[in-house]
């Protein structure tokens, strides 16, 4: 099976950055892909990025239109970490960020990730 814990998460204003953390451990070919999901209260949870190191171990990177060009998606293999760096936040950033793992990736629907993290909580004020 699959652990997933992530951390970073807090408060910031408008403009500031934030680095989220995801450390996974469990099978590895259970997590070639690996994603980043948010839910706002009384809303859907949506997909932010994924990066897939199905054939690729450094990894193919994806993300969601309103997170694109301000958020990044990487990964430390030797630490079993994945990482969310988010850059020029604003207040509709502001949500539950959970980490996700799947074998492999096949959509940007939670339902196509079988392993979750408890989440973080990311504020952002105006």
């Known amino acids: 099976q699959v652990q997933l814990v992530e951390s970073g998460g807090g408060s910031v204003q408008a403009g500031g950055s934030l680095r989220l953390s995801c450390a996974a451990s469990g099978y590895s070919y259970l997590r070639n892909c690996m994603g980043w999901f948010r839910q706002a209260p009384g809303k859907e949870r949506d997909w932010v990025a994924t990066i897939d190191s199905l054939d690729n171990d450094d990894g193919v990177t994806s993300y969601a239109d309103s997170v694109k060009g301000r958020f990044t998606i990487s990964q430390d293999n030797a630490k079993n970490t994945v990482y969310l760096r988010m850059d020029s936040l604003k207040p509709e950033d502001t949500a539950m960020y959970y980490c996700?793992?799947?074998?492999?990736?096949?959509?940007?629907?939670?339902?196509?990730?079988?392993?979750w993290g408890q989440g973080t909580q990311v504020t952002v004020s105006s």
């Open positions: 996700a793992a799947t074998p492999w990736c096949s959509g940007t629907s939670a339902d196509t990730f079988s392993y």
